[in-house]
């Protein structure tokens, strides 16, 4: 049986951002230097490595964190954006996405129970074009 428009909006607006996110499978560590993030970001083809210290979320580093620093002796927790956001698996993706939009965030952390997956702006935008279709 076909839903109706207003079926498939309820659907929409009920979706847990957990559905579009994806399961952090790289992380690092504030000691971890520059090179070994970059080598990691290519290694295993992420742009985003969520930074931990005592098992604690402590920030985020982005391929554009570390795109002029090859040379650099720097440390993870030296270049990480320290202000991240952070929401809990379950949480609506009509809420993550109204933030992200209106504070110009890139990417969001997703946690749940000590794991953690990421969710971007490409992921948003891979949803709205999964809901278009």
């Not at 969520?50 to 580093?61: D, Q």
């Amino acid at each position: 049986m076909k839903k109706t428009a207003e079926e498939i909006l309820s659907n929409i607006k009920n979706l847990p951002v957990d559905e579009y996110a994806t399961p952090c499978t790289v992380t690092a560590d504030v000691s971890d230097s520059v090179q070994f993030l970059i080598q990691l970001m290519k290694d295993k083809g992420v742009r985003h490595i969520p930074i931990f210290k005592k098992g604690e979320l402590a920030g985020m580093v982005s391929d554009r964190d570390v795109q002029n620093l090859q040379d650099s002796e720097l440390g993870a927790g030296e270049i990480m954006s320290k202000d991240v956001y952070e929401v809990v698996s379950g949480t609506l993706l009509r809420e993550v996405v109204f933030e992200m939009s209106s504070k110009k965030i890139g990417s969001v952390i997703v946690t749940n129970d000590g794991e953690c997956s990421i969710f971007t702006s490409v992921d948003a935008l891979n949803a709205l074009n999964e809901i278009l279709q």
